[in-house]
């Protein structure tokens, strides 16, 4: 495997960390349906730009696409949505590692499955020993959170 293809991923998510931080704080002071709509609109006019200038393939062609594959724009607002109510609850790394075993869970069933018009790859134990470890990480993390805040109180 390439390297650059472990690393690109890894950066996505130091990305995703660090927004998570912003737009729960920007939620707090503007409110969070509002930081999810500045988060999107801004977003489209980078990538209204970027498509422009360097897109490769014909947006006009979105309605000729199954209709359910139109349900990612939808999940994307619910996760920001989500994690710009949660991140000032229980902390951007409490958060973060729920969403990621939250990840997990569902790309293994449809790696399993091979829902979506996804590759079919089964479940086994090493998959199952890394969700087990992913909750006992997001164990300890929500108890140190819950212990610091009542050793604050």
């Not at 912003?22 to 801004?42: H, P, Q, V, W």
Request: aromatic fraction near 12%; include cysteine.
């Amino acid at each position: 495997m390439n390297i650059v293809m472990l690393i690109l991923p890894l950066l996505a998510g130091i990305g995703l960390g660090i927004q998570s931080a912003i737009n729960g704080t920007l939620g707090n002071k503007i409110g969070t349906i509002e930081s999810a709509f500045f988060t999107f609109f801004t977003g489209a006019i980078f990538l209204t730009i970027i498509v422009n200038f360097f897109g490769q393939g014909n947006i006009l062609n979105i309605h000729e696409v199954p209709k359910w594959q139109l349900l990612c724009a939808i999940f994307g607002v619910i996760y920001l949505s989500l994690m710009v109510l949660a991140v000032p609850k229980m902390g951007v790394t409490a958060a973060v590692i729920s969403v990621i075993v939250g990840q997990l869970i569902a790309s293994m069933a449809i790696d399993h499955f091979g829902w979506f018009e996804s590759a079919t790859i089964h479940f086994g134990i090493k998959r199952l020993i890394g969700v087990i470890l992913m909750l006992i990480a997001l164990f300890f993390v929500f108890r140190e959170k819950t212990s610091t805040k009542t050793t604050a109180s």
